[in-house]
């Protein structure tokens, strides 16, 4: 787990980044929430089971988000799109939906079959 999302994390629910990062080190050795909440008391500085599903939930969206910036990024720089100014927005998004706000007038457009006939010159036919 990158050391971004322990400092987010810790950050957001207000706990040491110790903490954070003990937890997640349980949870990818395949710990469970209760597990970890009442048996692993000391690792974790004694953080209950609602710390350590909201650990386990953000570190899942903060992945996630990743994921979905370098599809963006990928795809704006094969449409030759991607600006330094917009990179830096992307990069800056703190959410999937601004994200996806930030995408959407750059989405390629989905090319139906209806459309591909208008592009042929096929929209006024008269029968």
Do not use: C, N
Not at 23 to 32: N, Q, R, V
Not at 92 to 112: C, F, N, V
């Amino acid at each position: 787990m990158p050391q971004s999302y322990t400092a987010t994390i810790a950050a957001e629910l207000k706990i040491t980044a110790h903490q954070v990062q003990a937890t997640a080190d349980l949870i990818a050795e395949g710990g469970t929430v209760p597990f970890i909440s009442r048996y692993r008391k000391e690792a974790t500085g004694s953080l209950d089971e609602v710390a350590v599903t909201a650990i386990r939930d953000r570190f899942e969206q903060l992945a996630e988000l990743d994921k979905r910036r370098g599809a963006i990024l990928k795809s704006l720089t094969e449409r030759e799109l991607l600006t330094d100014e917009l990179k830096a927005k992307i990069d800056a998004a703190p959410s999937l939906t601004i994200l996806e706000d930030i995408y959407l007038p750059l989405r390629p457009k989905r090319r139906t079959r209806a459309t591909m006939a208008r592009e042929k010159g096929l929209e006024h036919l008269e029968i």
